[in-house]
DNA sequence: CTGTTAGCGCCTTCAC
DNA sequence: GTGAAGGCGCTAACAG
């Protein structure tokens, strides 16, 4: 491979005269640029940035610790990431954490050892996190609230809170939940502005209708299950994601009831088969690809400038209203039982 | 930050000796092992990794070229690369073309200018692709027929065959197709399979029948309108993906006519969705995962051996059946209306 | 087993 | 506008 010597033996000059002519070519003459483009071509010759981010002693890398990359709405975010990125000389690289804290640590470690400059966490931070980290430069994107360094998220108490007024408005009473794991702080923030509204609305909390789920479609169609063996059967279902939402309602059509005639049913992320399933899911949207750019220009500004100030950005989300939400019976079919 | 010479310092040893106490401990005497982690502890001493590959010449990383992460079938094959690349001490740089080929080419100058190793492209290779290349390490993942590299990939003609057949055994005769773009690879080597399983069954192969799409909701949405404006319907729709099905059944339903009932439905890769929409999809699928995984191997393979030897692995697929396909009406009611 | 030393490829002074 | 030289942090080769 050719080096950055065997240009200037090539093209007659010294090394540090083909270096400029790469760098700042105005600062070199014609004649030599032309020689220096000559040789280049000649020997086919690569800059190695090996070399170049050793000797500058930055990677010009981003590492992305995602949950989990299958799933869609992460997918987005990395996708929003990767744009800025690039257009900023940044590279991504992919830490797929699988939820294993151990592989957690390696991923930053990274930053540590120089491979990488700087991190985004898509993980939401709990309490034994092992981010934010003394000397490591992190933002956490699609966060909760209350994280401890700089962070991009939307208003999940917010937006909750209107799904469930939106759900009060048509009348329902008893709505039920299916949650992420309770530990979750998505699943904390969300049910926090579900309590909010009902507080509002002067309607108790019931505990026994909020049922864990895992953000996952499986544990949606178990949890809808729970529900529907209830003495009482909540009229509607706020679902803490998408996919659980869908499960629900095949759930729920499985056993004969219709959504929403019978049960209303709502997600959260308005995925992209949100609006092609049927019936098409009222769902909040998420700006997730701006969620990433965001967090991107937010890292790489601080990487600039090494200021990690605590910035917290909050985007804009949207109560998306479908057909899988409707007015509560007044007397629910499934009561009639009783 | 501390350096390899400090820690030297501190222990009272040479560069070369800490070096060998962390690469080969088993080279270097207990006591002086001893200094040695004690000095890196002292100092909190992390080697730097862009150092070291700097010097070994290998970045240890390699690009992964996909043509949309938000597409939950990459995602997943990025999932199995994961998993196989950090288990041999590889990273995992995202390269999203977003279908640009100029952002193609500079993910590929990555290799040339030793930023990675080897390339994963996930993108099926066409005439005007930028690969394979000379000197450059590479696999085609999800790739088709005849790529001219080492490639993992289903097969795609055979498994579309299966699918016809299928439907040809419950009696559907006029099988409809919603293509992915006519020169999309994959579409190509489905609508092969399709014309085979037709040809097989002595039924004549009708143009019209072949609708194009984009492997989107949206395409999947208006070609359906296509079919459902014919003065005779198909009565069975084959969609090379799962998406343009699920838009499809949306479609079909939309206009109060019913799947499977009135026309059966087909979709391709099996998404985790579609047996929770309604109908649960009939769907062949592939193991993405695996094949993520599989090339993994193979480019890790190569770059140890650097034989770029020409493999090809087929991987298994599977002709899953659910709801969403059925026996085909004798007389299909839509063609009532002639 | 340990120390010494010479670079890897590049860029950046600093003279000229 | 150009050349010479030093050094980034690390490892490998060799000498002791």
Redesign the interface.
Known sequence: MATIRDVAKEAGLSTGTISKALSTPERVSAKNLAKVEAAIAKLNY??????Q??RS?E?K?IV?LVP?????FF??V??GI?NVA?QSGY????G?TKDSSS?EKSFI??V????ADGIINLRPHTSDSALPQEGICAVSATSSENTPYPSVRIDNVGASAEVVKYLLSLGHQRIGVISGLTDNPHAIDRLKGYRSALADADIPYTPDLIVEGDFN?ASG?SAVDQFLAMSEPPTAIFCMND?MA??A??GI?DRGLKVPEDISVTGFDDM??S????PPLTSVAQPAEQIGERSAEMIIRMLRQSDTDGHEYVMPHRLIIRQSTAIAKLNPNVSSIK
Do not use: G, H, W
């Not at 989990?68 to 869609?72: M, Q, T, W, Y």
């Not at 609006?275 to 049927?278: D, E, I, Q």
């Open positions: 690569k800059p190695n940035m090996l070399a981010k050793f002693n990677s890398t992305v989990d990359i299958a799933n869609v997918a987005k990395i996708s990767e690039q590279s991504v690289l992919l797929d592989r470690q990274m540590e050892t120089r491979l479609y169609l996919e869908i499960a309602i095949k059509s992209d088969v609006s092609y399933c049927r």
